[in-house]
């Protein structure tokens, strides 16, 4: 089914799935569906339609009805979809170390945890605050520093990293609703210390121990070679 309104955009229902293909300036077509994922399967073959009563307002026929589309209404209705990191702790220590605050908040601002190398292990745990069926939000994290990729979009609230390596690490998470759209994301900065044996005073035991291993060695085999030219010397006599 097709149907083209008077803006030269065409809607259409194929396989029971709806969307549109929105003519752009340079008369090239952008396909448009997430905001009807809510409508697959609800379509009836043979009758699909779709009534363009103005700009702002489409109906589609469905098996129980119509269905009405507000193209204002939709993006209205996800100005800040947000995402926010409501806990984050240390397993190890039996300690929550952070409490969510707001994203809107600076980065600059934002405090820096310092945690000691030994049994690192990290749980951070987050959520949505959608109550349009909040059971299909999904989210996606990554922890740059430590990966660049971000995951695999799952239901899971939490996420648990063990064993981290040292440095500097930013724990970023976002979530995705039904329909398909991303909301705004929120971090957290964390720093990992470097283990003893590779802190300072190490690199400088290190350098101690390396000249006096050399000057041992040189002094062993300079008292070699003057026992060695003793002996020769009591030979000839």
């Not at 779709?50 to 193209?71: K, M, R, T």
């Not at 600059?108 to 049994?119: E, L, R, T």
């Not at 994290?141 to 995951?151: E, F, I, M, P």
């Amino acid at each position: 089914y097709l149907k083209e309104d008077e803006n030269a955009n065409i809607w259409y229902v194929s396989n029971n799935k709806a969307g549109v293909l929105r003519i752009q300036e340079d008369f090239s077509f952008q396909q448009v569906t997430s905001p009807f994922t809510l409508l697959t399967g609800r379509f009836m073959n043979g009758f699909e339609s779709v009534y363009s009563y103005s700009d702002d307002h489409l109906f589609f026929g469905i098996e129980n009805g119509f269905a009405h589309y507000s193209p204002h209404a939709y993006f209205r209705s996800y100005p800040e979809f947000t995402t926010y990191i409501t806990r984050a702790s240390a397993p190890y220590l039996d300690s929550t170390f952070f409490f969510g605050k707001s994203n809107s908040r600076s980065k600059a601002g934002q405090p820096v945890f310092i945690f000691p190398f030994k049994n690192n292990s990290f749980r951070f745990s987050f959520s949505s605050p959608v109550y349009d069926n909040p059971g299909n939000i999904e989210f996606s994290y990554k922890l740059t520093g430590y990966t660049d990729n971000w995951s695999e979009w799952s239901n899971s609230f939490s996420r648990e990293f063990s064993h981290l390596p040292d440095g500097k690490f930013l724990f970023i998470v976002k979530a995705r609703n039904q329909l398909g759209v991303e909301s705004l994301s929120d971090s957290i900065e964390f720093t990992v210390l470097a283990p003893w044996y590779k802190s300072v005073i190490a690199y400088i035991l290190y350098v101690i121990i390396l000249i006096s291993s050399v000057m041992i060695m040189i002094w062993t085999v300079n008292r070699r070679i003057e026992i060695a030219n003793r002996k020769e010397r009591l030979k000839q006599l």
